[in-house]
């Protein structure tokens, strides 16, 4: 395969001083990976003429092919077409094509074309014009010094479409592209980076060198990237794929996905499928384990009810924690956080519960509950387990992370799984 | 004003697939704002250490400051460190400081510091350590050809508290910055960008060509800036500040904080201040508003007990909904809600309340209760109102759109407001 120099040069005052966040060049990016190609290089800069000049010149030197995004709209500071002619030392026309494409939208939208407007279609001379369908900026293309340059606009809804239907067939026709870039991804939960290369690194003394591994972490959610770049080694791909699985066994939330969905939503398939119902009791989470499983479409045939019971007086009167147990062993306590799971089961007659106490911070740690102290208790009627863990960070996170692993052990009760979760064997301060 | 010449330069393979939108680098450039400071120049590459040196070397010739995001992981292909060392011709080396916040990190999370963790302590010589809060990555600071080169972590939230509180810290002594750009900026919950642009136009027949307008919206928010660029029409920007403080009255929550808080802290800032407590009963919700109150620091004093009711049985079992306006009207009607908000009260003895009841979608709707429809209930037992609302949009916007409208309402109540918010009085389906 050709290996080709793509960069991209996006430009927005906006962008250099935060007001939104560029979404358009991962867009491009992923539209640009369907045909197995990958952006070396990304430049962002403002709308100022002289900075747009000295990057097109320099990035044009080096690139097969350079898309500009963005300054294409009707004001002063749009300037992509002004300094593409300026670098390419072509001079600016109006381009009948272009004023054609504005009529028929001012026409569409019962406006009348003026001189602002008109600008969009003074464009650099022998600029072959690219269709816009839902706006009023044309895109344009050049070949400058065999660099292929795409100049395309910055609002998101039309750029895809652009990218969709016209760029990328025509890069497409240019260039010779194969099949030859596959990957593979899986999505983990519980396992930290490190201790994933580690296991990996234990397991294969010598990882293949076809196969790149690449890592992206999320709270506590890790995915893990296999790819390969040439379909011969798809057989090489296939075995690994079978020892990774192996190796992390229920870890895996799933494979191929992408975006990945959400811990909750494995919870909720699992819990459909096997006709059962849950109910949660919540006190350090307040709510957040109810809401991601309500955020679920489909979840109310097996979510009827959650107990947020954020004082000892609510988890007594609501779900029948006995104020012996508040009294002597604390809220954050083996034997609160089990009767509060007993509670709930009671109440609302389901068959799988998830309860947790804990310490979310930042103040009302003690010596021996720390802020980051949890206690969770998951199961069935007949088999309540708990566990305690520490988990640091920050309020937001430890909420999220506790929610997280609440909803995984109860995915792994459903999945029937005897394998002890990293999370679990790792934490020295079990208790 | 020194004009400083600073540039960003981002590392990941990640980034330039398009598998995740960067978010860090409007962050970073929000940051260097509030003193003033704009990115000249952003450039994005993938993790591989010849395209990073020549970026490092060519970038250190013509700028004062380079921050250098992501890489600083434990694994080989977080390759940072590395090249800066050899672009600068420094020998890497382990650092004390480094290797103790390694090892107190471990600790922590009762686990054991081993060789691919170590990897992050193994630092060009001569750096200066940046402390990381929250992660294992330590930031460093080097200076190479009178270049400020700052290496931060990739990971969102380790990346803003180490801007937040170390590096803007940092550049803030190295440089002298002035009070000519100023920034204000408006908080509002309620009001579209369009509304809110009529709004101005019909109030202010000529806005002043001093003040530069901008607009951000986000679901139900919607941040107003208004810009000066010159301390010279300070007085300019004060009376415009008082002109829209009354226009938009109480659909300002703030103004100043950036990032603004959520829609939550402002209500149990309220109710801390005047001592009052708040319960929910969430049906379509499930969870969401006393997830979000929960999430707040200092929340327990004013939030005991969420009724997360999602199924009609729940409702009347947990909070005494009568099963007589469940059969006769409907789970969703403004007579359940309303006993909905009484009964949690009641069971909760609580001064405030909630209660929601309607159709997130996408499906069970119905003609005359189409999906996004929804009844809430809100404020005093002496006083409760209810209101009909039908809220497009995919599941998760119309929940989160359902608690923040929720939250505002209460809000509004604890600010004993008589204001008709715009999304009511715009709300041509109301019963």
């Not at 500071?77 to 054609?100: F, I, M, N």
């Not at 994933?196 to 709270?219: C, H, N, T, V, Y």
Request: charged residues 20%.
């Amino acid at each position: 395969m050709q290996k080709l120099n793509i960069q991209l040069l996006l430009t927005g005052n906006e962008l250099m001083i935060g007001d939104i966040v560029d979404s358009n060049s991962a867009m491009i990016a992923q539209k640009l990976l369907s045909l197995g190609l990958i952006i070396k290089r990304k430049v962002t800069i403002a709308d100022d003429i002289e900075l747009l000049i000295n990057e097109i010149k320099s990035i044009s030197k080096q690139a097969d092919i350079l898309i500009i995004n963005g300054g294409l709209g009707p004001t002063v500071d749009d300037l992509t077409a002004q300094a593409l002619a300026d670098s390419c030392h072509l001079p600016l026309e109006e381009h009948p094509k272009a004023v054609e494409h504005l009529n028929k939208w001012s026409t569409l939208r019962g406006r009348v074309l003026d001189h602002t407007n008109l600008k969009q279609a003074i464009l650099p001379e022998s600029s072959n014009i690219i269709a816009n369908k839902l706006g009023s900026a044309v895109g344009f293309h050049v070949n400058f010094q065999q660099c292929d340059i795409y100049c395309t606009p910055g609002v998101p809804n039309e750029l895809e479409v652009m990218m969709e239907e016209e760029i990328i067939p025509l890069i497409q026709t240019n260039v010779t592209t194969t099949d030859n870039y596959q990957v593979l991804r899986f999505h983990t939960f519980g396992i930290g980076e490190s201790d994933l290369q580690k296991l990996i690194r234990d397991k294969f003394q010598q990882w293949p060198q076809e196969i790149e591994l690449g890592f992206r972490a999320s709270s506590n959610f890790l995915e893990l990237k296999l790819t390969i770049k040439n379909s011969k080694y798809k057989k090489v791909l296939q075995h690994y794929e079978k020892e990774i699985s192996y190796l992390l066994g229920n870890h895996i939330l799933s494979k191929l996905l992408n975006p990945p969905p959400t811990m909750a939503k494995y919870v909720i398939d699992l819990l459909i499928k096997s006709q059962k119902k849950i109910t949660v009791a919540e006190s350090c989470t307040g709510g957040l384990i109810a809401s991601m499983l309500t955020s679920i479409s489909g979840s109310s045939t097996v979510f009827e009810a959650g107990y947020v019971t954020y004082s000892n007086k609510m988890k007594h009167q609501m779900i029948d924690v006995s104020t012996k147990a508040l009294d002597k062993f604390g809220a954050v306590s083996k034997e609160v956080v089990l009767e509060m799971a007993q509670g709930a089961l009671l109440k609302s007659a389901a068959n799988y519960t998830i309860a947790v106490s804990g310490i979310a911070g930042p103040n009302g740690g003690t010596e021996t509950k720390p802020v980051g102290s949890v206690w969770i208790a998951w199961g069935t009627s007949s088999n309540i387990k708990t566990v305690y863990l520490c988990i640091r960070g920050s309020r937001n996170q430890f909420q999220i992370a506790v929610a997280n692993r609440a909803l995984d052990l109860i995915r792994r009760d459903l999945l029937q799984s005897d394998e002890v979760p990293f999370y679990l064997s790792n934490n020295l301060s079990k208790r």
